[in-house]
């Protein structure tokens, strides 16, 4: 099974009303979501927030501001799992009941041969609304195995996995889903090593929490990892 990480709450609490509350007005400027799915339109059958539209920009500035806030234990998580180089704008989808997206792959490349092109190494869908006010909805990941995960997070909690697998949204049918989509270029393409790699750095920040100074035994385990760990990531420049 590919790389999958889920990441409860998150978006903080304030920030996550903020934006349904931003979501929720009349004036919202909502698209047909098979805009943006190529050869997979028939597939899929929900909304968008416009693309271009500023309330897009706005709440992804939003969105990677709290992911870039390495304060929180949370957003530590999402970047050491993802070693993020490049984050795509958020993709704002609103799922009616009724609509959900049947198995697909996400695009390799992002605005592809432009200026603003990302590799899509990870993806991670974001909840946005609490997974009680709607049913079904389910982020399915390695969807084409008869034995799949399915995700449905709390508001905040968000499901991060490697772009390698297909997957889907099944039906929401009853309520709406809100959620966003980001796409990750990762310093570390190989997604084993990627994973590897989150690993170390998870144990190293568990073991330099709240020990003793004085354990040797400890101080020694943290200094081996912290040397495979630079070791690792040096073996792969280019």
């Not at 970047?79 to 490049?86: L, M």
């Not at 989808?93 to 695009?107: E, I, L, Q």
């Not at 008869?146 to 697998?165: C, D």
């Not at 039906?171 to 966003?180: S, T």
Request: aromatic share 6%; charged share 25%; with cysteine.
């Amino acid at each position: 099974m590919s790389f999958v990480y889920p990441i409860p709450r998150l978006l903080p609490d304030d920030v996550v009303a903020r934006l349904r509350g931003r979501l929720s007005a009349a004036d919202v400027p909502w698209v047909d979501g098979r805009g943006t799915a190529g050869r997979n339109a028939f597939k899929k059958h929900n909304l968008e927030l416009d693309p271009a539209s500023a309330l897009r920009h706005e709440i992804s500035s939003e969105i990677h501001q709290a992911l870039a806030d390495v304060r929180r234990p949370e957003a530590l998580l999402f970047q050491y799992f993802a070693e993020p180089v490049k984050v795509s704008p958020c993709l704002i989808s609103r799922t009616p009941a009724g609509g959900g997206y049947g198995d697909h792959m996400d695009n390799a490349y992002l605005s592809a041969r432009t200026p603003n092109e990302i590799r899509s190494d990870m993806s991670m869908t974001i909840f946005l609304n609490d997974r009680e006010s709607y049913d079904g909805g389910e982020l399915v990941i390695d969807s084409d195995l008869p034995y799949s995960p399915a995700f449905k997070m709390p508001a905040g909690g968000a499901v991060l996995y490697s772009t390698t697998s297909v997957h889907r949204v099944n039906d929401v049918k009853n309520g709406e889903r809100l959620a966003a989509v980001i796409w990750i270029e990762s310093r570390i393409a190989d997604p084993l090593i990627r994973e590897t790699n989150g690993d170390i750095l998870e144990c190293l920040n568990l073991l330099s929490t709240g020990f003793e100074q004085s354990d040797e035994r400890i101080r020694h385990m943290v200094t081996k990892l912290e040397k495979v760990r630079s070791n690792l990531l040096k073996s792969l420049a280019s």
